[in-house]
């Protein structure tokens, strides 16, 4: 965490969340690994550290699935009021299955995409989360060769994720961490963030799920600028679980004037 903060300082970055994974399918690596307690504990060193230079924000990356629903009822109703943000994350498909490359293999785009689209519907519905991590993540993994997503055959069903989450007030995040790997765009891209908008949509996070402190800040200022050119003028943030609304302006380097 002091790693990532050194950096998120260097890049000029204000406001950091760590948002760690809490994960609830037991197949998982990291399961039964977080530690509640441990964590709040470290949060608190890194602001004693850095809180005069970086404004550090306790969240969690919490993974959704309809068929682990009670576990992640259980964390969130114990916990949820201690952090700032919490993100509610699909990453799993039915019966455990992880949304990575192989999990493409005997199924069409439709087979992943869509029942995919319903589990982040029902993160959204839940009302757990304040924001949605990396909305269309399953093009991270698609496999070479099968790289032919296009949002657009998906409109529809974005649109009606877009209504609940209008209707409830949740956001959706801006991942960066696509830009830097196989997709080249983030998770989601312009297309689907201007659907948005056009909608009525107005809450929007940013994140670079870095998980080293390398790319702390990384894809952020072209998130920015790709936001405005989509016609979304402020980022939401969070505070014990109270969102505000940050303008782009605010966001952007200053820029010295001279003579
Ligand atoms: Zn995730």
């Keep these: 965490m002091a790693e990532s903060c050194q950096a998120a300082v260097a890049a000029g970055v204000t406001e ?23 964590y709040f504990a470290a949060i608190e060193a890194v602001r004693n550290e850095f809180g005069d230079r970086l404004a550090i924000l306790a ?107 209008i209707a409830r007030g949740v956001a959706f995040e801006i991942n960066t961490s696509g830009l830097r790997q196989a997709p080249q765009t983030s998770l989601p891209g312009p297309a689907i963030v201007r659907w948005y908008a056009d909608a009525g949509g107005t809450l929007i996070t940013t994140g670079t799920d870095s998980h080293a402190a390398q790319t702390v800040g990384a894809g952020i200022a072209k998130t920015l600028d790709m936001l405005e050119l989509c016609g979304i003028e402020a980022v939401a943030s969070f505070r014990q679980r109270r969102r505000r609304s940050v303008p782009i302006d605010e966001l952007r380097p200053r820029i010295p004037v001279s003579g």
């Design 16 to 38: 950091i969340a760590f948002t760690d994974h809490v994960d609830h399918v037991p197949s998982d690596l990291g399961y039964g690994y977080y530690r509640p307690e441990d």
């Design 59 to 165: 969240g969690a990356e919490v993974d959704f699935h309809s068929e682990t629903c009670d576990e992640v009822e259980r964390f969130v109703t114990r916990y949820g009021s201690r952090y700032d943000v919490v993100i509610g994350s699909v990453h799993y498909a039915t019966g455990g299955a992880i949304i990575f490359p192989e999990h493409f293999a005997d199924r069409t785009l439709d087979e992943v995409f869509l029942p995919y689209f319903n589990q982040v519907q029902a993160a959204v519905e839940s009302g757990w989360f304040d924001t949605i991590g990396h909305l269309d993540i399953p093009k991270r993994y698609l496999p070479t060769g099968r790289r032919s997503y296009d949002p657009l055959v998906y409109r529809d069903r974005i649109e009606r994720i877009f209504a609940a989450m």
